[in-house]
């Protein structure tokens, strides 16, 4: 049991990603780093089933009251078996559509129509950029695109400016080990258990794409887009008349290190384009290279050439300097 890994990884998140979303998860979270009794409880459970966002999404779908961090703790040590059995049967599957935002800048630049399939799919939230109303902001005035219960805004940096247009899509399918489906109650409840509490309007958000998503549900397939043949697989089911797109956004940090860079070289090999937003230092595959030190957010990239540099939700996008993909 790595508890010197636990009290870690949870201080960090008190400290550097809880402050300005959630201030109850960042108190669970310093109370754990600082709690041995809750340590040991998740000490043996596999790093990526015991990250934050997995435990604390848990716990609430057990029951766990939205309280101070003594109550959560009470709750987790009366509970421990079931906290244990539940989050190693989960990981984070945090769908977020207003990824779509910055999904549809680099669809515009596909010909279509376009069969789109995405890696870690979740629900497939970000299966439907097409359904979706967008308000883009920037220096000159706001632009508005598509229709539809779901809006999502973005802040135009740089000189970036919004799409034209949506993406014609054809065909949608996704990979998931564990796929959701947004029609099934317990499965809409973990991905809105998903959302940290104090996120109203992504609650709110994400709530109305389940809506949309149950409305027309795509193909799911239950699968690791990480083992030979499965990606290949699901390509070869899109029409032929349709430019196949595989889609990578925010799922590469949760495939381990030789998974991730043989499904890097499996997508490129095949016949489709491939659209990511990544952390800069996640992967060498940018094309030219980046100085991850000097990028600002995450990359959105198109064919592995970066687009611009964006939110990692989705929040913002700023334009690349022409002719410098490393500044």
Do not use: K
């Amino acid at each position: 049991m790595d508890l010197d890994d636990v009290r870690a990884r949870y201080e960090r998140f008190a400290r550097e990603e809880a402050p300005g979303r959630s201030e109850l998860y960042a108190e669970w979270a310093a109370g754990v780093a600082d709690d041995d009794s809750i340590a040991r409880i998740l000490a043996p459970l596999p790093s990526p089933h015991r990250q934050p966002p997995v435990v604390f999404a848990v716990t609430r779908m057990l029951g766990a009251p939205l309280a101070g961090y003594a109550e959560w703790a009470r709750f987790v040590r009366e509970n421990a078996d079931r906290v244990v059995a539940e989050c190693a049967a989960r990981t984070t599957q945090t769908n977020e559509p207003l990824r779509c935002a910055p999904l549809v800048l680099a669809l515009e630049r596909v010909r279509g129509p376009i069969a789109l399939i995405e890696i870690g799919a979740s629900a497939g939230l970000c299966l439907y950029p097409d359904r979706y109303a967008y308000r883009f902001r920037g220096e000159d005035g706001e632009a508005a695109r598509g229709s539809g219960p779901v809006r999502l805004d973005c802040e135009m940096r740089g000189g970036i400016r919004a799409p034209e247009r949506l993406p014609d899509i054809a065909w949608r399918a996704g990979i998931d080990v564990q796929p959701r489906d947004a029609r099934d109650p317990d499965d809409r409840a973990w991905i809105a258990g998903l959302v940290w509490p104090g996120e109203t309007q992504r609650e709110q958000r994400i709530g109305a794409a389940l809506d949309v998503v149950a409305a027309d549900p795509p193909l799911l397939v239950a699968g690791d887009a990480a083992e030979p043949g499965v990606l290949a697989d699901l390509v070869a089911r899109a029409p032929e008349d349709a430019t196949v797109v595989i889609t990578t956004p925010g799922v590469l940090p949760h495939v381990p290190r030789a998974a991730r860079t043989w499904l890097i070289d499996e997508i490129r090999r095949l016949p489709a384009r491939w659209i990511t937003i990544d952390s800069p230092a996640l992967h060498d595959a940018w094309d030219p290279p980046i100085a991850a030190d000097r990028w600002d957010g995450f990359v959105l990239a198109l064919d592995s050439r970066p687009l611009a540099a964006v939110d990692p939700l989705g929040g913002w996008a700023h334009a690349v300097p022409e002719g410098r993909p490393n500044a």
